[in-house]
């Protein structure tokens, strides 16, 4: 099992990036899945979760300009970044609590992508 993010890149402060993660492997349920991220020097910090039923949060800094989705059939979690500021340049990774066969409920990180807001 294994969550793959993508779609990271460098963006004019103002522009938009549509980063995608998408999990793999023998999963049988998926709950809660979510995107972090961290700035140099920082902790990992969430940015926006998104539960079972579809119901997201986000952070303050990032309310009305990032929205996040998922898509259990394709087992995909998308989170679309608006109107991009420099304070948003960091690596995000993509989070997600998937049920294997055999082992049950664990959570999982994707790779992280790299998001750099710059003029």
């Known amino acids: 099992v294994q969550l793959q993010a993508s779609g990271g890149g460098l963006v004019q402060p103002g522009g938009s990036l549509r980063l995608s993660c998408a999990a793999s492997?023998?999963?049988?349920?998926?709950?809660?899945m979510a995107w972090f991220r961290q700035a140099p020097g920082e902790p990992r910090k969430w940015v926006a979760p998104?539960?079972?039923?579809?119901?997201?949060s986000y952070v303050d800094c990032v309310k009305g300009r990032f929205t996040v989705s998922r898509d259990d059939a394709k087992k995909t979690t998308v989170l679309q970044m608006n109107s991009l500021k420099p304070e948003d340049t960091a690596v995000y990774y993509c989070?997600?609590?998937?049920?294997?066969?055999?082992?049950?409920?664990?959570?999982?990180w994707g790779q992280g992508t790299h998001v750099t807001v710059s003029s």
């Open positions: 989070n997600a609590d998937l049920r294997h066969p055999s082992t049950g409920w664990n959570t999982y």
């Open positions: 492997g023998s999963i049988i349920g998926i709950n809660r």
């Open positions: 998104i539960t079972a039923l579809g119901s997201p």
